[in-house]
């Protein structure tokens, strides 16, 4: 075909008006320059017809990504067997929390929350939640949109390149909606098996707001055969001392979703496997695509950088849970089922769910602390040395708080902590003798190139 053969611009931008619009007759010579070039009207006008369905509502029109697609989805899955709160059980989460409160107290100096903790329905949690998974999953879904817009770019004859431009930025939507309905699947999915707002270990509340969910607090203690209110004591005091933590430490919560975000950009997708999916790809039938992003087959193996990555995150989230293990712990020692309670949610954790296995496919990211057991025996360690008060305090700075290596070794931490307790220089470790190497080599250097020294100054002066 010649360029005199090919639609304009216009012809095109009219052309796909009429796919999109179902409306209004396609000019029959449109048609048969479509069939010129191997492409059936008919199919083409069904596909579009496909995307303008998943697109309803605005979806994908400045090309971004429509995260309408997941809050749907997620408040789908949430609502289809949640339950209302009863009086009952408000009355009874508000008692747990009120005694939970002041035991945590006893335990922790840092001080209560500003806001009256909730009971909250799944649905209410997916409302409270969704705008933090999506800023936690928006790199990947961009990532996966950019590619699929690219692979099928490449998968296209140079013949077909004006249509397949000019659709582009509807390719690139799918691509990001179908992500989108994805992670609502996820987090609707969760919605079921969360028992509290910070049940997951990252900060996927509103600052400051504590919450437990009776439906799946019923659920989680149903076979437990552990009285309700010593678990929803135990329960309370954990979700309090979480969210505790995060209101004090302000810098904490844009750490966490640094550390999650760097490591969520850092995911490419599997060109060679989408490249292929692109060579089949119908867009009027876009389950293969679902699926491939609903097992992960879209995202490499992990690069040694995306593995350290994850293990500095996983030190993160081991950290912040293992302070507030050893704080709940303090705090229901009254409990006579606290030992119980505890290695339950603490294996719980360490185990996940069918929904936290999901987003890993999904995203690439794992929730669970895998050093929870050793960062609880470092603040337990601390607690026992220097006290409450000051443990808490590394959680000041961003710079005093723990890091993997004394999670390694906690002994070192306890001799710092003490020494400084006693008012005495820390002993010297690794990164001192490293900057006092450094600190020398530039003296050394500066002697070597002949810089004037104090005396010789002067003499130049005079």
């Known amino acids: 075909m010649t360029d005199e053969d090919r639609p304009g611009d216009d012809d095109f931008q009219e052309l796909l008006r009429n796919l999109l619009g179902g409306q209004g007759a396609v000019d029959p010579a449109m048609m048969e320059q479509l069939r010129a070039m191997g492409v059936e009207p008919a199919m083409m006008q069904q596909a579009m017809r496909a995307m303008q369905g998943l697109f309803a509502g605005g979806a994908g029109a400045d090309g971004g990504i429509d995260w309408n697609a997941a809050k749907t989805q997620a408040l789908h899955l949430a609502n289809r067997d949640g339950l209302s709160i009863t009086d009952g059980s408000r009355g009874d989460l508000a008692q747990a929390f009120a005694l939970a409160n002041l035991w945590l107290s006893e335990a922790t100096s840092i001080s209560e929350l500003a806001s009256v903790p909730v009971a909250m329905t799944r649905g209410q949690w997916v409302e409270h939640t969704i705008a933090v998974w999506q800023q936690l999953a928006e790199p990947v879904a961009l990532s996966i949109a950019d590619a699929l817009t690219a692979a099928i770019d490449e998968q296209t004859p140079e013949e077909m390149k004006g249509i397949v431009a000019g659709a582009g930025r509807l390719m690139r939507s799918l691509g990001g909606s179908l992500f989108a309905a994805q992670l609502g699947q996820v987090i609707g999915r969760l919605s079921q098996e969360v028992v509290s707002g910070g049940d997951v270990g990252l900060p996927v509340m509103p600052d400051g707001e504590a919450a437990i ?32 933590l995060f209101r004090h430490a302000r810098w904490l919560r844009l750490h966490v979703i640094s550390q999650v975000t760097d490591f969520a950009r850092g995911i490419h997708v599997d060109t060679s496997a989408l490249e292929d999916l692109a060579t089949r790809f119908d867009p009027s039938n876009p389950q293969e695509l679902q699926a491939a992003l609903q097992s992960g087959a879209l995202l490499p193996a992990r690069t040694p950088a995306q593995t350290a990555a994850l293990a500095r995150l996983e030190n993160v989230l081991a950290t912040i849970e293992g302070w507030v293990e050893v704080v709940t712990d303090d705090a229901t020692g009254r409990l006579p089922a606290a030992g119980r309670i505890s290695e339950t949610v603490r294996r719980r954790r360490a185990v996940g769910g069918p929904a936290e296995d999901a987003l890993e496919s999904l995203v690439g990211l794992t929730l669970r602390p895998r050093r929870l057991r050793e960062a609880a025996a470092m603040w337990r360690a601390v607690t026992d040395a220097v006290g409450p008060a000051a443990r808490d305090a590394l959680w000041d700075y961003p710079d005093l708080m723990p890091t993997a290596e004394d999670i390694d070794d906690p002994a070192a931490l306890v001799a710092r902590l003490e020494a400084r307790a006693r008012g005495e220089e820390p002993p010297r470790d690794a990164l001192d003798d490293a900057l006092e190497e450094l600190l020398r080599g530039a003296d050394d250097e500066r002697a070597g190139h002949g810089e004037p020294g104090d005396d010789e100054a002067d003499a130049g002066e005079r």
């Open 213 to 244: 969910l009776p439906q799946n607090f019923a659920d989680f203690g149903r076979d437990l055969d552990i009285e309700q209110d010593q678990l929803a004591l135990y329960l309370a005091t954990r979700e309090l001392a979480h969210a505790r």
